[in-house]
């Protein structure tokens, strides 16, 4: 059987790019909540019909802009040998992404809309939250294969309370810190053997 094409004209990543590039440019000059998909089709130069096609609400297409570069959280996950070294790892390398002044209020605004709308926070959860607690999860399996989680501790525990954590104090507090990172790492270590 002969796979079939999907009906359409196929999507174009350059034309994707300009898009999310116009998103940036505007969240930066004006914030999440000044961002209009009107303003952004046209400083890419495309229609709205266009921009509402691939993004149909202004949450994905930021989502996209923001954070699609740093979709693959995998990339963050050191092999330090301990669980309290990779998870100050994984905590430090999130906190500088929101370091730079501009991701914090978007992750603020972009989680209440999400909070505001099930299906929106469905996918925060699907693309944002579950690959990092994935990336801690996997720190955490391995540091259970060292011996160091005692066996009533699972993965997914230490994962969902580190992450917790980090989501608390990034979004409540700003994420600044820069013991922040250790000691969470500390306290979860030590209580997980």
Known sequence: MTPTRPRGRPRASALDERILHATRESLSRDGY??????????????????????????????????????????????????????????????????????????????????????????????????????????????????GELRAEVSARFVAEAVGGAMLAHVVVYGGTGERFGPMLAGVVSRGAR
């Open 33 to 146: 909540a000044a961002l209009a998909m009107e303003a952004v089709a046209a400083a890419a130069g495309v229609g709205k019909q266009t921009l509402y096609r691939r993004w149909p609400r202004k949450p994905l297409l930021v989502f996209d802009a923001v954070f699609g570069g740093a979709a693959d959280a995998a990339a963050i996950l050191p092999d330090t040998g301990s669980l309290a070294g990779d998870l100050a790892a994984v905590v430090e390398a999130q906190q500088r992404m929101y370091a730079d002044g501009q991701t914090l209020p978007l992750l603020r605004g972009l989680l209440a809309d999400c909070l505001a709308d099930p299906g929106l926070l469905e996918q925060f959860r699907a693309r944002l939250v579950r690959p990092r607690l994935d990336v801690l999860a996997t720190a955490a399996a391995r540091a259970a294969a060292r």
